[in-house]
């Protein structure tokens, strides 16, 4: 498990997703808040949740194409992770639940778009790939999982319209972290080569400006403001 754990969810997303959930938590509360160690903890097992999802979903493909995987040489089982599963599900539902039925709803929505996003939006597995359509399906999920974050620091009171500046910020982000892994290195899964290598580098210049401009307006209120 410590295998797969290195291999397929390592310690570098701890990392960003905690300065992320910092970021939105203090966005939604107005402030720092210790709060957002729980809401960390969420969001860690929700994309623990998320790769979980994805490995059963590629299975099969990842047998042929990454054989010596932990999961794929059988290190590994599909019935372990379900139970991983089940146990990043249950830390969710202690972060969500006692937060409100706000932040409960926006869970759930995330939830069902993460049940819909597994399935492909029932496409029959036409947006596999395409690397400018997949995105476009799966970054909003990252978009909610934000807006659940912000929920979680407001506590009971609605974050109102300025959830679109927490959910542009997470889909932005998302989308920035996808193009940078995928400029070249994968050919079916390749932005250069669906694009071309300078308009692919162009978008993603694009994307990380846009991506400035929304952090900028959601650290302001909660971590600039808490810190000056």
Known sequence: MTAWFLERYPPANAALLLVVAVVVHAFGHGGLAPGALAAFAGLWCFYLLVRIVDEHKDYADDLVAHPERALQSGRVTLGRLRLVAAAALAVQAAVALPAGRAASGWWLILLGWLCWAAQ?????????????????????????????????????????????????????????????????????RSYGRALGAFRARALLAGVLSALAGTGAAVVQPGVWKALT
Request: glycine share 14%.
């Open 120 to 188: 492909d939006f029932f496409t029959g597995g036409r947006l596999e790939g395409r690397p400018l359509l997949y995105p476009l399906a799966h970054v909003p999920l990252s978009g909610l999982a934000c807006v659940w974050v912000a929920q979680l620091g407001a506590g009971e009171h609605p974050v109102g319209l300025s959830a679109w500046k927490a959910f542009a910020f997470g889909t932005l982000l998302a989308l920035a972290v996808d193009l940078a892994r995928k400029l070249g290195s994968d050919p079916d």
